[in-house]
């Protein structure tokens, strides 16, 4: 079985089919077109440069096309990048399909949506639950293929729902650790916090950001969405209030686009278990790609540091 494109070390070269995530027109310093391609397998995903680029260029490696490439491994700045040597798209008569190049999380889409209706079957509060269940009802479909985002952290299939479980498992032992924590309320702000992605990214493949998700965010449109739920089900009061302040404030800081810091404790608390499953899930795919005794990459999400993997690590 071949190996994934995150696996390959500096100096090897590959012979693989390969999809484009993401391809960026830009000119050189001699003045001619070249694209800079995101190249994916389920492993993970490589850069690479095609030099002096044509009209046919752009079109035959656009987002969502499969690829047949020969070339090898090298390191630029800290990274690896895949210098091209041969090109072509792939032909219907090659036997490969999309699937075959989509990362998607570890846990079936069954389980995921079993543990997060559990835990709204759990809640006391009848007016966060219906919210919190006619919101999920609503969007489920999309929850369950999305990524957590473009880049950085959960970008796979289904990495919404699985950033979203883990979160939950989280909140669960923390909330235990300290009871005076309303389980309904920061349960309710893990289901709801980035529901909004499903309306601010394009989908599972090749995900970009939509005209919406430009213009508002993610966190605009839950708050909205949340207002919405509530007077169709014909709730008011203060919960529906919280769980808007909860959406709007899980980023933590302005400068990290949140509308407003944390002002209630499950706030707090969200802001905290998200932030730390998103660098957990960095942290473990990029350390899973290099040996014990070696560093990472730089992970520009984790302050540009490279990450080092002790020996005795298996």
């Known amino acids: 079985m071949t190996k994934g494109i995150q696996y390959y070390d500096v100096g090897e070269q590959i012979e693989l089919f390969l999809l484009i995530k993401n391809a960026t027109k830009g000119i050189a310093s001699n003045g001619k077109p070249f694209l800079t391609l995101i190249l994916q397998d389920q492993s993970g995903e490589i850069e690479a440069k095609l030099w002096d680029a044509s009209n046919d260029d752009e ?36 036997p490969v399909n999309l699937s075959d190049f989509l990362e998607t999380a570890p846990v079936s889409k069954d389980e995921m949506i079993s543990k997060i ?12 639950q219906r919210i919190t269940r006619h919101l999920l009802k609503k969007h489920q479909e999309s929850f369950l293929e999305y990524p957590a985002a473009t880049k950085n952290h959960h970008e796979f299939v289904s990495g919404l729902a699985y950033h979203v479980t883990s979160m939950l498992d989280l909140s669960k032992a923390i909330a235990d650790l300290y009871p005076s924590l309303d389980k309904d309320l920061l349960y309710a702000g893990v289901i ?32 909205n969405e949340i207002g919405k739920a509530a007077d169709e089900l014909g709730i008011s009061g203060e919960e529906v209030l919280m769980l808007q302040h909860l959406v709007l404030s899980h980023h933590g800081k302005a400068e990290w686009g949140s509308p407003k810091p944390p002002l209630i404790k499950e706030a707090e608390i969200l802001h905290l278990i998200d932030n730390l499953d998103a660098k957990m899930n960095m942290l473990d795919r990029a350390l899973a790609r ?3 005794g070696e560093f990472t990459e730089r992970i520009f999400a984790l302050d540009n540091r490279s990450f080092y993997k002790p020996t005795f690590h298996k």
Not at 71 to 91: E, F, T
Not at 117 to 128: G, L, R, W
């Open 192 to 223: 709801l916090h980035d529901l909004g992605k499903v309306i601010e990214l394009s989908g599972p493949v090749s995900t970009s950001y939509t005209v919406v998700g430009n213009l508002l965010g993610h966190i605009t449109i839950m708050v």
């Open 290 to 292: 290099v040996k014990p």
């Open 117 to 128: 209706t559990q835990f709204i079957f759990e809640m006391k509060n009848p007016n966060i």
């Open 59 to 94: 079109k035959n490696y656009a987002p969502q096309k499969i690829v047949k490439v020969l070339g090898d491994i090298q390191n630029y700045r800290g990274r690896n990048q895949l210098r091209i040597r041969h090109i072509r798209p792939a032909s219907p008569e090659d």
